[in-house]
Nanobody, 122 residues
Framework: QVQFVESGGGLVQPGGSLRLSCVAS????????IGWFRQAPGKEREGVLC????????YYTAGVNGRFTISRDNAKNTAYLQMNSLNPEDTAVYYC???????????????WGQGTQVTVSS
C-alpha cells in the first residue's frame, strides 16, 4: 500500500532553516511527481511546490520561490524540502504526496502521510 512518512519538522526561529524528508513506499517512486503541501490552523491544505519525475520544479505558493527548494533521491524513495529564511507565515503541518503529474491541487493526490509540524517563532 502507498505510504508516506514525513519528518524533519520542528521549532525554528524566524530566519532559520529546516530540511524536511518524505520517505515513500508502495509504488514506483521514480515514475511519479512528488508534491509538498502545507496546512496552517484553520486554513485549507495548499500546494507549496512539486518536482516531476523528470526533476522539473513548479512553485505554487507565493513567496517561497528563492527560499524553498525541492529535490528527490529515487534510489532512496525520498523527497526533500529545503526551507530557508523561514518566517512565522510558514508555520503549518507539511505533507508530501505523489501524483502522475505535478499539480497544486490536493485533489490530484490520493494518499497522504501524517505530516510534520513546522513552527516558526521567536
Amino acid at each position: 500500500q502507498v505510504q508516506f512518512v514525513e519528518s524533519g519538522g520542528g521549532l525554528v526561529q524566524p530566519g532559520g532553516s529546516l530540511r524536511l524528508s518524505c520517505v515513500a513506499s508502495g509504488f514506483s517512486f521514480h515514475a511519479y511527481a512528488i508534491g509538498w503541501f502545507r496546512q496552517a490552523p484553520g486554513k485549507e491544505r495548499e500546494g507549496v511546490l512539486c518536482i516531476s519525475s523528470s526533476d522539473d520544479i513548479t512553485y505554487y505558493t507565493a513567496g517561497v520561490n528563492g527560499r524553498f527548494t525541492i529535490s528527490r533521491d529515487n534510489a532512496k524513495n525520498t523527497a526533500y524540502l529545503q526551507m530557508n529564511s523561514l518566517n512565522p507565515e510558514d508555520t503549518a503541518v507539511y505533507y508530501c504526496a505523489a501524483s502522475d503529474l505535478c499539480s497544486g491541487y490536493r485533489y490530484y493526490y490520493s494518499s497522504w502521510g501524517q505530516g510534520t509540524q513546522v513552527t516558526v517563532s521567536s
